[in-house]
């Protein structure tokens, strides 16, 4: 498909604002993956607004390449409690800010290892709080979400991040749960497995797993909308060698070298 600049996109007669995909990135190290996310999700042909939330440290030259296909908000990280000492999760409190974003109705949040493959707009037909689960489908995931973005319920989350204490393991997801189950109860609603597949789920790590579903998965499968890629080994670092056995059409990662940083 032919590129449209996201201004071009959210002027148009039929985009719609009070929607938005958001995605969070601390630091320009993350750029490439978030420009690729935004760029998937433009060639879906979704209609809805897309921004992507910012801290200080993304220098200029990047913000300027990430505007050419979302709205950026800068935000403040929000430092994780003392007792979460694992640098990896040093600043995952921070996505906790998309319940800032009042300007929209409805988020779907996704983390910027996230490729999208099929327009997945009908997420938003989902209500607070919806997410998938993991790649063992036996606990949910935060890679994705659907939001109601509220000050009231930003507020409420902070004065119960001063005062709980969730395991170390996962502490974004383990304090979302425990908020939506305990402090503010709401239906959690799982998003289908195929809005989030996992990238392990083509190898072997999780091929007893799937056996014993009696269910293979291919990345040509055309129930999959999203891929979600954990881990510390990121696709776009090490491109050559982690996906080569993948379509690049398909995955798009290299298609952020249309984008200079």
């Not at 992507?52 to 440290?57: E, F, H, M, Q, S």
């Not at 800032?100 to 997420?123: G, H, P, Q, S």
């Not at 009696?214 to 996906?243: A, C, L, Q, V």
Request: with cysteine; glycine share 2%; net charge negative.
């Amino acid at each position: 498909k032919n590129f449209v600049s996201y201004k071009q996109h959210i002027a148009s007669h039929s985009a719609q604002k009070e929607f938005a995909y958001v995605t969070y990135v601390s630091s320009s190290e993350f750029v490439p993956a978030a420009a690729t996310l935004m760029y998937s999700i433009a060639q879906t042909g979704s209609r809805h607004a897309r921004a992507v939330l910012v801290t200080k440290d993304v220098l200029q030259r990047d913000r300027e390449a990430l505007s050419l296909l979302a709205q950026l908000i800068e935000i403040d990280v929000i430092p994780a409690p003392k007792y979460v000492s694992n640098k990896r999760y040093r600043e995952t409190f921070t996505k906790l800010r998309i319940w800032e974003l009042a300007m929209f109705t409805k988020v779907v949040y996704v983390d910027t290892d996230v490729i999208i493959v099929r327009n997945m707009d009908d997420l938003f037909d989902l209500d607070e709080w919806s997410v998938p689960m993991d790649a063992e489908q036996n606990r949910y995931s935060t890679g994705m979400m659907i939001v109601q973005p509220s000050l009231e319920t930003f507020d409420s989350m902070m004065k119960h991040l001063k005062t709980t204490e969730v395991s170390m393991e996962l502490p974004d997801l383990l304090f979302l749960k425990d908020y939506f189950e305990k402090v503010a109860p709401k239906k959690i609603n799982i998003i289908p497995r195929w809005y989030q597949v996992y990238q392990e789920e083509f190898g072997s790590q999780y091929s007893t797993y799937l056996t014993s579903r009696k269910e293979k998965i291919t990345i040509y499968d055309s129930r999959i909308h999203g891929i979600h890629y954990p881990g510390e080994n990121k696709p776009w670092r090490e491109f050559n060698d982690r996906m080569a056995k993948y379509s690049t059409q398909f995955c798009h990662w290299d298609e952020a070298e249309e984008f200079k940083y």
